[in-house]
C-alpha cells in the first residue's frame, strides 16, 4: 500500500541553524502538507502546496519556514533559523484531492 | 474556543470491554469529519471519513457514526493492539479544506 515517507526521523540540532525536513509524498496525489505536533498537543496545521505553489498557510508559518518541491518526488520544509519552540514532531500528508489526508511517520526535531 | 471537543481525554478498557469515543464539534455546517489513529511517535493512520449525518463506516472492531453535532467511534470487544490516541478532525465549507485536529483520546485496553 502507497505511503507517505519522512526522513529523517529525528534531527537535534543548535538554536539557530538551518534544517530541511524531507518527505516523499504518495505519487498520485497532487496536495502536499505539512503539520506539526508539540508534545502532548494537537496536530497544528502548518502549510499547504499544491502545483507548485503554497495554497493555505497558517500563522505559525512566518518567514523563517518555505516549502519546496525540488523534483517530481520531494517535498521539503525548510526551517532557516530554528528556535526553541520549534521543538516538535513534524508530519507531511499529501492527498490525491480535496479531502482524506494521509500522513506520515513524522521528524522529530529537537532544537537545543 | 475549540471547534472540535473529543472525550473522554482518556479511557482505559478491559480486553473484550466495549465502549464509545466521542468527538463534538461547533462548527457552523461540516464538510467533512475524519478519524485517525495515532500510535505513540507516530504519524495519524487514516481510518474513516463521514460526510453527512445517519452515515456508519466499519472497519474491523472500530465503527465510526456521525450525526448532526458529533460523531462517535464505537469500539466492539477491544484488544491490547487498539490501544492508540484516537483523533478527530473536522473541514466546514466555504474553501479551506484543512481540517481542524481534536486533541484526541488516548486509549489503553489491558489484556
Known amino acids: 500500500e502507497p505511503e507517505v515517507t519522512q526522513t529523517p526521523s529525528h534531527q537535534v540540532t543548535q538554536m539557530g541553524q538551518e534544517v530541511i525536513l524531507r518527505c516523499v509524498p504518495i505519487?498520485?496525489?497532487?496536495?502536499f502538507y505539512w503539520y506539526r505536533q508539540i508534545l502532548g498537543q494537537k496536530v497544528e496545521f502548518l502549510v499547504s502546496?499544491?502545483?507548485?505553489?503554497?495554497?493555505?498557510k497558517s500563522e505559525i508559518f512566518d518567514d523563517q519556514f518555505s516549502v519546496e518541491r525540488p523534483d517530481g518526488s520531494n517535498f521539503t520544509l525548510k526551517i532557516r533559523s530554528t528556535k526553541l519552540e520549534d521543538s516538535a514532531m513534524y508530519f507531511c500528508?499529501?492527498?490525491?484531492?480535496?479531502?482524506?489526508?494521509?500522513f506520515g511517520p513524522g521528524t522529530r526535531l529537537l532544537v537545543l | 474556543e475549540d471547534q472540535v471537543t473529543q472525550s473522554p481525554e482518556a479511557l482505559r478498557l478491559q480486553e473484550g470491554e466495549s465502549s464509545s469515543l466521542n468527538c463534538s464539534y461547533t462548527?457552523?455546517?461540516?464538510?467533512?469529519l475524519f478519524w485517525y489513529r495515532q500510535d505513540p511517535g507516530k504519524g495519524p493512520e487514516f481510518l474513516f471519513t463521514?460526510?453527512?449525518a445517519g452515515e456508519e463506516k466499519e472497519k474491523e472492531r472500530l465503527k465510526a457514526t456521525l450525526t448532526k453535532k458529533e460523531s462517535f467511534l464505537h469500539i466492539t470487544a477491544p484488544k491490547p493492539e487498539d490501544s492508540a490516541t484516537y483523533l478527530c478532525a473536522v473541514t466546514v465549507p466555504g474553501g479551506s479544506y484543512i481540517p481542524t485536529f481534536g486533541r484526541g483520546t488516548s486509549l489503553i485496553v489491558h489484556p
Open positions: 462548527v457552523s455546517g461540516l464538510r467533512g
Open positions: 500528508a499529501s492527498s490525491e484531492a480535496l479531502e482524506t489526508q494521509y
Open positions: 502546496f499544491y502545483n507548485n505553489e503554497i495554497s493555505e
Open positions: 463521514l460526510y453527512s
Open positions: 505519487s498520485n496525489h497532487l496536495y
